[in-house]
């Protein structure tokens, strides 16, 4: 008789084992000649070892499962046990090439729902930099982090970095009680906000205090490399040229980057110009750097937001239409 032991670490082990351990106790059932003990979050097999490599073999396709779409019922979790392993497989891709990016918890899906959305998916697949520039409400960030997060349930990345400019949008922060996050975390929030909607609390708890999943203010990132990593860089409008070129420059070996913002939406102090701009336009036709434009139809949130954002873009207009006739009336 021998035996192994198969770590639970990165899938939520009460999904596994199920509600009063039932699928456990299919996983029992599928292997009646094996002793198949839990213990916090690992599995522990004794028995013969061609009936342990075959449970081996089925409990690690179950752990895949369940990294990729955070929940499994116990029907499928039967049917996999009871299925061919290729088939399985197949499966699983056929699921995951339904333009799903990720599945949240329970088994809520995550997709780019939009043209624009779904350039920028395949933007990120062909290129290691990619530009993603539009108005608010778009889905440039949550559709950033899903590709993170997915980049990081397929191994293809072993941590995500997600970085903001901490500049106030016209509102002061810094009289507010608490320490040095205290004060940035309210500037970071949105990209709480999107792991939330794909990672389970306790998974992401684990990530983020093994530094596997790290949110910080761009400062942040000045003389670091960052290898084998998706890093994004959201709010980039309100980075200045210096700022950009910094981050731009972090950019280590198998690492990818996504470079969100919005140029209508610049808090920058009025002496200080964006560097957005410039990076997305000087970058140009370099291979591997790409710029996706994103618009009103991309908008997902309230219906209000794509008419509240056409008026602004009018107003913004007529400014233009007077300062223009202005100026060419001082040359006259």
Not at 5 to 9: K, S, T
Not at 199 to 210: E, F, N, Q, R
């Given at each position: 008789?021998?035996?192994t ?5 990165t899938v939520?082990?009460i ?16 292997f ?7 213990r ?5 097999l004794?028995?013969?070892p ?44 056929e ?9 949240g918890?329970?088994?809520r ?7 624009n ?7 990120a697949?062909?290129?290691d930099?990619v530009?993603?520039?539009g108005?608010?409400?778009?889905g ?7 590709l993170a ?49 794909m ?12 530094r596997?999943?790290?949110?910080a ?7 670091r ?7 994004i860089?959201?709010e ?7 700022q950009?070129k ?9 690492a ?6 919005d140029?209508?939406?610049v ?11 410039k990076?997305?336009r ?11 434009e ?5 908008v997902?949130r ?9 008026a ?6 007529r400014?233009?239409?007077?300062l223009?006739?202005?100026?060419e009336?001082?040359?006259?």
């Open positions: 008789m021998t035996e032991i198969i770590n639970l670490e939520n082990p999904e596994f084992f199920g509600v009063n351990n039932g699928k456990l106790d299919l996983l029992k059932k599928k009646p000649l094996l002793k198949i003990l839990s916090g979050t690992q599995i522990k004794s028995g013969a061609e009936q342990i490599e075959t449970a081996k073999e089925k409990i690690v396709l179950l752990i895949q499962y369940l990294e990729r779409h955070g929940h499994v019922s116990e029907n499928y979790f039967e049917q996999i046990l009871g299925g061919d392993d290729a088939e399985v497989v197949d499966h699983f891709n699921r995951n090439s339904n333009e799903i990016l990720v599945f918890p329970n088994g899906s995550v997709r780019a729902r939009t043209p959305q779904k350039r920028l998916v395949a933007a697949e062909k290129n930099v530009f993603a520039i108005p608010a409400g778009t440039k960030t949550f559709t950033a982090v899903a997060v997915r980049a990081l349930k397929n191994k293809t990345v072993k941590k995500i970095i997600l970085t903001r400019p901490a500049v106030e949008a016209g509102e002061s922060l810094g009289f507010l009680p608490g320490d040095l996050k205290e004060k940035i975390d309210p500037y970071l929030r949105p990209l709480y906000d999107a792991l939330d909607d990672i389970p609390a306790d998974k992401l708890g684990y990530y983020m205090s093994t596997v999943i790290e949110i203010p761009l400062a942040y990132m000045r003389g490399t960052l290898d084998n990593a998706f890093i860089l959201d980039a409008q309100n980075a200045t040229d210096l950009i910094m981050f731009l420059t972090r950019i280590g070996a198998n990818k980057a996504i470079i969100t913002g140029l209508t939406q808090d920058l102090p009025k002496h200080q110009r964006s560097g957005l701009e990076a997305a000087i970058l140009k036709g370099i291979e591997g750097i790409t710029h996706i994103l618009d009103e139809s991309d997902v309230h219906r209000l937001v794509k008419a509240i954002i056409r602004y873009d009018r107003d913004h207009e400014q233009q239409h007077i223009r006739e202005k100026e009336g001082r040359r006259e």
